[in-house]
């Protein structure tokens, strides 16, 4: 995450600035940060990975996928952030305080780069962690066919890494699972 773009932004004002400056912008106790823009792997990979999870909604029946323009409301009238993925089960939960933010995500998938890695591993993982909804989190590398899942196990989270084009990720929020080289369709590696 960068420097802040707007300090002592009242949660009011959140969605205007979004809507008058056209660009989305996570929410930290009231300082803003711009998204930053997407290199063609790591574009490429959200899609994958939304189309993937989109399929396995419509198999399933049971869960809702959303791209990266979702924002999820991790602490109310405090923190707002993008993932670039994800699921809600069994419907999306639209929050009391802000449009187009959710409160129930059960999986989220962000894919990480050299600027976002730490961010993504640190603490964009706490405030996830701190969601009660989220069963999974997996962290997509973009450099390479990887992927690291945290899996929820009561208090606690499991880490699991897959590499290699050839890996399977059995999904727990959804009874599924993606192959990394469905993630990595169309990506220079």
């Known amino acids: 995450m960068g420097q802040a773009k707007h300090d002592s932004v009242l949660i009011t004002d959140y969605l205007s600035i979004e809507q008058e400056d056209m660009l989305r912008y996570e929410f930290h106790n009231g300082r803003l940060f711009e998204m930053a823009g997407a290199t063609i792997a790591h574009s490429t990979i959200c899609n994958n990975v939304a189309s993937e999870l989109r399929a396995l909604t419509r198999k399933t029946g049971s869960c809702i996928s959303f791209n990266s323009e979702m924002k999820i409301e991790v602490v109310k009238n405090s923190k707002y952030v993008y993932p670039d993925a994800g699921l809600a089960c069994p ?11 959710i409160t129930n995500p059960r999986l989220i998938v962000e894919v990480t780069s050299k600027e976002s890695g730490n961010y993504d591993r640190g603490d964009k993982l706490k405030l996830y962690f701190s969601t009660p909804s989220i069963m999974e989190y997996l962290i997509v590398s973009q450099d390479q066919p990887e992927v690291t899942v945290w899996r929820r196990r009561g208090d606690l989270f499991k880490l699991d890494s897959y590499t290699g084009l050839d890996a399977v990720i059995p999904l727990e929020s959804l009874a599924g699972e993606l192959v990394l080289r469905d993630i990595y369709e169309n990506v220079n590696l």
């Open 91 to 101: 419907k999306l939960n639209e929050s009391e305080s802000i449009i187009g933010a």
